[in-house]
């Protein structure tokens, strides 16, 4: 009956499984057509658009031609009209010199007529009929001007739509997913040496396989990709995958996506859990900050409570802040006295993490991991459920590893960045200088119980750094430092009790 009930169980999820993929597919169908309905009115609009445009110059060039036509037409017109007058008046001034000759052959006297034939000639030496041209300046001929569009309407017939680049091939295997970057890999299907660059889209999302439509973030664009491979950089892995598509760009346009690829950003994400915080402290998400004057009001309200008919000198702090009221705590009992902590939100029950804490103007804190057990009066490093790096600026500096109530102290100088590394399934904690990398401690155990990061600020702040991926140089530390590093039996037989 058990077997039973665990096979349907297995078919029931299987079937669930089948059924989103299925659902996902229908979603990304219909998002394709209604972007196919979509992109088919923008490109027919952009097609009507580059036609007017042909348009508009064609009746520009004609109009242009034209005019060059009929200045060409004016220009021959006004020569012949020139020519055609002076003609016209030299044939009329011939002519009456002609009559005028013809008069003179009847002169009988030989005085008049030497005189008269004398005039004849100098009027013939200085007649204009002699002295124009009688060639045209300009021809009827307007082949010049003649067009052959032969070649341009052959170009026209020859349009077609622009060559698209194929779409990239992304190569699963040759990606890389390592300390907060991501490198793609891709590759033309086939030789195109007309791409002019890359486009690399990404996103974040909680969804393995293909991409969702639905509840989905917005593609994030990297353009103007030059090569066929792109790091991204300082990223926060604070979703489990990311999804990564690319295409490829000519000149003139864009090809297709190539087929979406998810990759694996899984890293520890939490926040500050503002319900465990001593009132002291001022949270917010991934800051905390000592407030000296936090929950004054709440202690005085105690206080007069406390004090209410009593003579004598007042309860000290301690017993005060003990006494707070159950309505003020959250989901456990707030730290309280002079355990000036606040856990994370996220409980590390197994596998590998990292995080990184800088510490600003603090005289005094802890880092480090505890059990949900931890007491609220209990100091980080003080109990055998805690574990820790504390820092004392206050008068002088010490710098210490700190586990059941036992220090010791580590002779390097105190980084501005911490990284933790916790390794749960393998018994071992590391405290890490963020920035060079350089081993500060490690805490070798076995875990029994769930483990929640933990954090003691006195005088100042701490801001936390998480959706970190386990560094390749602390990986590598790792092998090279497992079983020769400090544990956490090396503070057996040294005692350091140490007060705040």
């Given at each position: 009956?058990?077997?039973?009930?665990?096979?349907?169980?297995?078919?029931?999820?299987?079937?669930?499984?089948?059924?989103?993929?299925?659902?996902?597919?229908?979603?990304?169908?219909?998002?394709?057509?209604?972007?196919?309905?979509?992109?088919?009115?923008?490109?027919?609009?952009?097609?009507?658009?580059?036609?007017?445009?042909?348009?508009?110059?064609?009746?520009?060039?004609?109009?242009?031609?034209?005019?060059?036509?009929?200045?060409?037409?004016?220009?021959?017109?006004?020569?012949?009209?020139?020519?055609?007058?002076?003609?016209?008046?030299?044939?009329?001034?011939?002519?009456?010199?002609?009559?005028?000759?013809?008069?003179?052959?009847?002169?009988?006297?030989?005085?008049?007529?030497?005189?008269?034939?004398?005039?004849?000639?100098?009027?013939?030496?200085?007649?204009?009929?002699?002295?124009?041209?009688?060639?045209?300046?300009?021809?009827?001929?307007?082949?010049?001007?003649?067009?052959?569009?032969?070649?341009?309407?052959?170009?026209?017939?020859?349009?077609?739509?622009?060559?698209?680049?194929?779409?990239?091939?992304?190569?699963?295997?040759?990606?890389?997913?390592?300390?907060?970057?991501?490198?793609?890999?891709?590759?033309?299907?086939?030789?195109?040496?007309?791409?002019?660059?890359?486009?690399?889209?990404?996103?974040?999302?909680?969804?393995?396989?293909?991409?969702?439509?639905?509840?989905?973030?917005?593609?994030?664009?990297?353009?103007?990709?030059?090569?066929?491979?792109?790091?991204?950089?300082?990223?926060?892995?604070?979703?489990?995958?990311?999804?990564?598509?690319?295409?490829?760009?000519?000149?003139?346009?864009?090809?297709?996506?190539?087929?979406?690829?998810?990759?694996?950003?899984?890293?520890?994400?939490?926040?500050?859990?503002?319900?465990?915080?001593?009132?002291?402290?001022?949270?917010?998400?991934?800051?905390?900050?000592?407030?000296?004057?936090?929950?004054?009001?709440?202690?005085?309200?105690?206080?007069?409570?406390?004090?209410?008919?009593?003579?004598?000198?007042?309860?000290?702090?301690?017993?005060?802040?003990?006494?707070?009221?159950?309505?003020?705590?959250?989901?456990?009992?707030?730290?309280?006295?002079?355990?000036?902590?606040?856990?994370?939100?996220?409980?590390?029950?197994?596998?590998?993490?990292?995080?990184?804490?800088?510490?600003?103007?603090?005289?005094?804190?802890?880092?480090?991991?505890?059990?949900?057990?931890?007491?609220?009066?209990?100091?980080?490093?003080?109990?055998?459920?805690?574990?820790?790096?504390?820092?004392?600026?206050?008068?002088?500096?010490?710098?210490?590893?700190?586990?059941?109530?036992?220090?010791?102290?580590?002779?390097?100088?105190?980084?501005?960045?911490?990284?933790?590394?916790?390794?749960?399934?393998?018994?071992?904690?590391?405290?890490?200088?963020?920035?060079?990398?350089?081993?500060?401690?490690?805490?070798?155990?076995?875990?029994?119980?769930?483990?929640?990061?933990?954090?003691?600020?006195?005088?100042?702040?701490?801001?936390?750094?998480?959706?970190?991926?386990v560094p390749s140089a602390v990986k590598m530390l790792q092998k090279s430092e497992n079983g020769l590093s400090g544990s956490a039996s090396s503070l057996s037989n040294v005692t350091h009790n140490m007060s705040i």
């Open positions: 009956m058990e077997a039973q009930k665990e096979a349907l169980q297995r078919i029931i999820s299987t079937l669930a499984n089948k059924n989103e993929e299925i659902q996902n597919f229908i979603d990304t169908l219909n998002h394709t057509l209604k972007g196919v309905q979509a992109n088919s009115s923008n490109v027919i609009a952009e097609l009507d658009e580059e036609f007017d445009g042909l348009y508009a110059i064609l009746d520009e060039m004609k109009e242009s031609m034209t005019n060059s036509i009929k200045q060409e037409q004016a220009h021959k017109s006004q020569e012949l009209q020139n020519q055609l007058s002076q003609c016209s008046n030299a044939l009329e001034n011939s002519e009456e010199l002609l009559e005028f000759a013809a008069r003179s052959l009847d002169i009988k006297d030989p005085e008049e007529f030497s005189k008269a034939a004398r005039q004849i000639k100098d009027r013939v030496t200085m007649a204009s009929a002699f002295r124009i041209s009688l060639k045209p300046k300009v021809s009827d001929n307007m082949t010049h001007l003649m067009v052959d569009f032969s070649q341009e309407r052959q170009m026209l017939q020859a349009l077609k739509f622009l060559p698209v680049p194929k779409a990239p091939e992304i190569d699963p295997v040759e990606c890389l997913v390592a300390d907060n970057a991501v490198t793609i890999v891709w590759r033309m299907p086939e030789e195109d040496n007309k791409i002019d660059h890359f486009v690399l889209e990404y996103r974040k999302t909680n969804f393995d396989g293909l991409p969702r439509v639905k509840d989905e973030t917005c593609w994030e664009l990297i353009d103007y990709i030059k090569g066929t491979e792109y790091m991204l950089s300082g990223l926060k892995f604070d979703s489990k995958y990311m999804n990564f598509r690319v295409r490829a760009c000519n000149k003139a346009v864009a090809g297709e996506y190539s087929d979406p690829v998810t990759l694996e950003t899984k890293a520890l994400v939490f926040n500050l859990d503002n319900t465990s915080s001593h009132l002291n402290l001022k949270v917010e998400d991934s800051y905390v900050e000592w407030d000296p004057t936090g929950g004054k009001g709440q202690e005085n309200k105690i206080k007069g409570k406390e004090n209410k008919g009593r003579s004598g000198t007042p309860s000290p702090k301690r017993t005060s802040v003990s006494s707070r009221s159950p309505s003020i705590r959250g989901s456990r009992d707030r730290f309280t006295g002079e355990s000036y902590t606040v856990l994370g939100d996220t409980a590390i029950e197994s596998g590998q993490h990292y995080w990184e804490v800088r510490a600003q103007d603090c005289k005094s804190y802890s880092v480090g991991v505890a059990y949900k057990n931890l007491g609220k009066f209990d100091q980080l490093g003080k109990t055998n459920t805690s574990w820790c790096i504390h820092v004392n600026n206050w008068l002088q500096t010490t710098f210490a590893a700190k586990h059941n109530n036992k220090a010791k102290a580590l002779d390097m100088t105190v980084p501005d960045r911490i990284g933790v590394y916790c390794d749960f399934d393998g018994g071992q904690l590391s405290f890490y200088n963020a920035i060079s990398k350089q081993l500060l401690y490690t805490f070798k155990t076995k875990f029994t119980q769930p483990l929640l990061p933990g954090f003691m600020v006195w005088c100042g702040g701490l801001a936390l750094n998480t959706g970190l991926q």
